[in-house]
């Protein structure tokens, strides 16, 4: 079920965008002192981990997965850095 679920691209594209996303706003917001990139990547791992257990060639799409890694963590990044700079505009009330 989860598996026909994940193949519809209806569901896994803005999975593939929203979840480095929404960890990267929230760890920009949240700021944990050490751990937020260790976070990032733990969330960007499972992420993989789930779609490469999901995958029938896996083998051969390796460097796809690597690359996709790549991206989301960046993406990540990306939003918590736009984040974190966002709330340093803010002027408070």
């Known amino acids: 079920m989860v598996a026909s679920i994940f193949e519809s691209g209806a569901v896994y594209y ?9 960890t990267g706003v ?3 917001r949240w700021r944990p002192e050490r751990r937020r990139l260790w976070i990032l990547l733990a969330v960007v791992l499972a992420f993989l981990a789930f779609d ?3 995958d029938e060639t896996r083998s051969e799409d390796i ?4 690359a996709l890694g790549i991206f989301m ?11 974190r ?9």
Not at 14 to 22: E, G, Q, S, T
Not at 63 to 66: C, D, G, R, T
């Open 14 to 22: 803005p999975m593939i965008l929203l979840v480095p996303i929404v």
């Open 85 to 93: 700079r966002l709330l340093r505009r803010r002027v408070p009330a």
């Open 26 to 28: 929230a760890l920009g």
């Open 63 to 66: 460097p796809f997965f690597v």
């Open 52 to 54: 490469f257990a999901l």
């Open 73 to 83: 963590f960046g993406l990540g990044l990306l939003a918590r850095a736009l984040t």
